[in-house]
């Protein structure tokens, strides 16, 4: 039954002044009780249009919120949980909330942190421990976290360091010494072939360049590789035979997985950009050294030539000067010498 046609009905039919005696009248009544309409029509006179659209509408203004009423405030706790989370000696990992309250009626001792809402959590792992320092604050009671269940806060300030990150004192078991000979008289081990090292490539100056790197980085990888298939290490067994080890057959295929050795890529492309680079300075490098060397032999020319030049003009100077001090001399002579009479 559609209630758009029914509400014009009622709309034109009801009448102020009866809010009373169509109180009780709702839409799921008269979907189930037709006959309502003619007697809340009648009854409905002295009603007035908005009340009557409220009617029509169902609406009903209720005395108590229904929804969102009742909210608890926007804290992080509810005060009613506040105290001890973890009693003492009580074994706590790092996070763990060992006390909440609102203000600092316990303060945070050794290895404990507080956080903005005055709750203290523990920092590391270990025990807790209620205690009092006289040394850090006359009153003040603090939580700590021990890292043994028997040890005392606060520890000496100038003892030793007790244990962190969850590492205990362990006694370093020596290797045990494998005898070259069996009780039998066999080798405990045998290698059964043995590699070459690989010749490095330079160029003609005894420079290895950025491709021969890239070789030599592969011709290594590569040789490892043949030193691990090739140099089988066998090893003794209680049934007095050989074989390998399996951190050996494990090591065989390398550090890339899934992919055959001497297949995969030496590098990574950073590297390749950084050995590009490092390959452009040196470059750069020996040409600025070639190019200073240049200039250094065309100054040290340039200062010879002009040194002989200089030389040659002195020479020169000397050479006029000697002659034209023997001609001035001739003429000298010549004037004191006593003339003739024919």
């Known amino acids: ?21 169509a109180a009780g009248f709702t839409f799921a009544r008269a979907q189930r009780r037709p006959e309502l309409l003619a007697s809340s029509s009648a009854a409905a006179a002295p009603l007035g249009v908005g009340q009557a659209g409220k ?4 609406r009903r203004n209720a005395a108590v919120k229904s929804q969102g009423a009742y909210r608890i405030p926007n804290k992080k706790t509810i005060a009613k949980k506040m105290g001890a989370k973890r009693s003492g000696d009580q074994f706590v990992i790092p996070g763990n909330i060992i006390y909440k309250q609102r203000g600092t009626i316990w303060h945070p001792g050794e290895n404990t942190i507080m956080g903005r809402d005055h709750t203290i959590h523990a920092a590391v792992t270990g025990y807790v421990k209620y205690y009092s320092d006289p040394a ?9 976290v021990a890292f043994g269940r028997d040890d005392t806060l ?16 362990v006694a370093r078991r020596e290797p045990r010494q494998i ?26 100056n005894g420079n290895v360049t950025a491709r021969k790197r890239f070789k030599k980085a592969r011709a290594r990888v590569l040789h490892e590789i043949a030193i691990r298939r090739d140099n089988r290490v066998l090893l003794l067994q209680k049934d007095y035979s050989y074989r390998e080890s399996n951190a050996a057959i494990g090591r065989l295929m ?3 997985k899934g992919k055959t050795p001497g297949t995969v890529r030496v590098g990574s492309v950073k590297g390749a950009y950084r050995a590009r680079r490092r390959e452009k300075a040196e470059e750069t490098r020996l040409l600025r050294e070639a190019r200073e060397q240049e200039a250094a032999v065309r100054k040290k020319e340039a200062d010879k030539a002009a040194a002989k030049k200089a030389a040659t003009a002195k020479k020169a100077a000397d050479a006029a000067a000697k002659a034209k001090a023997k001609a001035d001399a001739a003429k000298a002579k010549e004037a004191a010498a006593p003339k003739v009479q024919a």
Request: contains cysteine.
């Open 55 to 58: 009617l029509v509408e169902g």
């Open 179 to 204: 005898p070259e000979l069996s009780p039998s008289g066999l080798p405990t081990r045998i290698v059964r072939k043995e590699g070459k090292a690989p010749r490095t490539v330079v160029d003609d």
């Open 154 to 169: 606060p520890y000496p300030a100038h003892g030793v360091r007790r244990r962190r990150l969850g590492m205990v004192a």
């Open 254 to 256: 390398g550090r890339h």
């Open 136 to 144: 850090r604050h006359p009153t003040r009671q603090f939580i700590g």
């Open 1 to 21: 039954m559609r209630i758009v046609p029914l509400q014009q009905a009622l709309r034109a039919t009801v009448a102020p002044g009866c809010l009373a005696a």
